[in-house]
Each structure stands twice: as C-alpha cells, then as structure tokens.
Nanobody, 118 residues
Framework: QVQLVESGGGLVQPGGSLRLSCTASGFTFSNYAMRWYRQAPGKEREWVAIITSTGGNTNYVDSVKGRFTISRDNAKNTVYLQMNSLKPEDTAVYFC???????????WGQGTQVTVSS
C-alpha cells in the first residue's frame, strides 16, 4: 500500500540543473519527515537531504549545501529536490525515503538516475 515514486532524473551537463520529484501514497504524508538519498556505483547509499513534516526545517549533507534545495507540497503528497550547479560527482541513483517508525517501517522509492557529464 505504501508507495514512493521518483521522477525527474536524466542526463545533464556540469553546471546544469534538475528537479527531482517523489510522490507518496498509502500513508498520511503530512505527518512525516521525508528524506533524499543517493547511491553512486560501487559506493554506499548516502543521505542527501531531509525536510520536516510541515516543511519548516531542512538540512543537507555538506557536499550539496548551497546547491540543492529540498521542498514539499503536502497537498500533492510530493517532495522535491531542486539540484543546481551539478557536478560529475553528483552522478548517482537518487531515492526518496519515508521512515514511518519501527512499528510501521521504512520505505524507499525505486530510484531515478542522475548523470552529470559533458
């Protein structure tokens, strides 16, 4: 029943921008913080950004601060990741994540590929 579906990935040149979207269903979206993670080939999955349930607070991994912005639209059950000034090292599969607690579980989307290359 719980489902997270990412979209918006693609191929972009260094310095370019992309906006990722993740649409959620099967739970009360507005009650939970949402997170973005990424995983590059051969590397561990890395936390990228978090936004609180109302959107009042955000935080980011140091490597993307000043370049990425997480936001959400609770009326649309959607969380976004605006990525600007992209670098080749941002190349990864990007996943959205919802932690509904140990009682209800942790959920992941299928991922969307972001490739930054000239």
């Amino acid at each position: 029943q719980v489902q997270l579906v990412e979209s918006g990935g693609g191929l972009v040149q260094p310095g370019g921008s992309l906006r990722l979207s993740c649409t959620a269903s099967g739970f009360t979206f507005s009650n939970y913080a949402m997170r973005w993670y990424r995983q590059a080939p051969g590397k561990e999955r890395e936390w990228v950004a978090i936004i609180t349930s109302t959107g009042g607070n955000t935080n980011y991994v140091d490597s993307v601060k000043g370049r990425f912005t997480i936001s959400r639209d609770n009326a649309k059950n959607t969380v976004y990741l605006q990525m600007n000034s992209l670098k080749p090292e941002d190349t990864a599969v990007y996943f959205c994540n919802a932690d509904l607690s140990r009682r209800y579980g942790v959920y992941w989307g299928q991922g969307t590929q972001v490739t930054v290359s000239s």
